[in-house]
């Protein structure tokens, strides 16, 4: 009795070390369908910044960082399939810009958060299976984004399912590898 | 007996679940003192980049953009204190940049890597505590870089400790609330 007890402590620590590091590494929602903030994103895999990257040839007023970041059991399942899990979770956090500040002198550097897109992959909750979210930073839960807008454009030039691994350098080999990335899309539109 | 042993295992595998994720979060040196790439470094805590950083007015010959990780088990202990513990590595990964590919009209997004720095606290090993290191993509190994040059300037105008807390906006509360943050350093210089 005692050495099964010992097993069965023992696979749950086991199991707790192979799960998601904390709860917020999964989609959670609110009763009225919202998705609450993932807020421990800054402690996930880092996938790749951009400055000022717009899909449009209009100047913006200001250049911000984007930083991409999904979870580590996400990312895992990636690199040995090339594809996501179900639940998967992205989070693009926009930060402003500084150019001289300390010894910096050129070039730009990052300050504070101006917000979070999130996008999540959840195949049962949404029948188009990825939806778009957006937080500001002081906001806890948010509403789905319609569909006409990040959804589509995801849809029609994200070059791995719905997500961009174009811009992605490191995630790019692999889904290379196991032939779920689609070439056309990386090429200039 | 069996319960000792249980409890033997339970306290080793807890270990391993608290300890470096892998051997690569710790510096290695081969037998001649070089440094041994840490190939790991995609998979620690993300803290900040840049564009075309560059502490001299002198303008550079292209905008590389600055990606900087450090291990989680580190980046843990200095949420806590504010310090870095002994074999605390860095890494900064440098990386291409690129404005059209894909839909992308403006701004700058990641491309290839063109190799990292290292910085390493290794009290025992360094008499100057911390040392740094240059990697080519193809480089295993790397002798430390003499004094005058990055640990002269981390000496000088670094915010905390050896570290340019200054440029890594989510740091800079944390080492504020331990009072280990030098404020002057932050100020253009």
Same mark, same amino acid.
């Given at each position: 009795?005692?050495?099964?007890?010992?097993?069965?402590?023992?696979?749950?620590?086991?199991?707790?070390?192979?799960?998601?590091?904390?709860?917020?590494?999964?989609?959670?929602?609110?009763?009225?369908?919202?998705?609450?903030?993932?807020?421990?994103?800054?402690?996930?895999?880092?996938?790749?910044?951009?400055?000022?990257?717009?899909?449009?040839?209009?100047? %913006?007023?200001? #250049?911000?960082?984007? =930083?991409?970041?999904?979870?580590?059991?996400?990312?895992?399942? $990636?690199?040995?399939?090339? +594809?996501?899990?179900?639940?998967?979770?992205?989070?693009?956090?926009?930060?402003?810009?500084?150019?001289?500040?300390?010894?910096?002198?050129?070039?730009?550097?990052?300050?504070?958060?101006?917000?979070?897109?999130?996008?999540?992959?959840?195949?049962?909750?949404?029948?188009?299976?990825?939806?778009?979210?957006?937080?500001?930073?002081?906001?806890?839960?948010?509403?789905?984004?319609?569909?006409? %807008?990040?959804? #589509?454009?995801?849809? =029609?030039?994200?070059?791995?399912?719905?997500?961009?691994?174009? $811009?992605?350098?490191?995630? +790019?080999?692999?889904?290379?590898?196991?032939?779920?990335?689609?070439?056309?899309?990386?090429?200039?539109?």
């Amino acid at each position: 009795m005692r050495r099964i007890l010992a097993v069965v402590v023992l696979i749950s620590i086991c199991g707790v070390a192979a799960a998601p590091d904390s709860l917020s590494d999964m989609p959670r929602y609110a009763s009225d369908n919202s998705l609450l903030r993932p807020d421990g994103y800054r402690e996930w895999i880092y996938l790749s910044s951009g400055l000022g990257m717009n899909y449009s040839a209009n100047p %913006g007023d200001h #250049e911000m960082f984007t =930083n991409v970041f999904v979870p580590r059991w996400a990312y895992k399942e $990636f690199l040995e399939s090339g +594809k996501w899990p179900d639940k998967t979770m992205f989070v693009v956090e926009e930060r402003g810009s500084e150019s001289r500040g300390s010894i910096n002198k050129r070039g730009k550097y990052q300050t504070d958060s101006m917000g979070i897109g999130v996008e999540v992959k959840d195949e049962k909750r949404f029948p188009e299976r990825w939806a778009y979210f957006g937080f500001s930073e002081e906001r806890k839960s948010a509403q789905a984004h319609p569909k006409e %807008g990040c959804w #589509e454009c995801h849809e =029609n030039h994200a070059a791995v399912e719905h997500t961009f691994v174009q $811009f992605y350098p490191t995630l +790019k080999p692999v889904a290379q590898k196991f032939g779920t990335y689609r070439q056309e899309r990386a090429k200039v539109q």
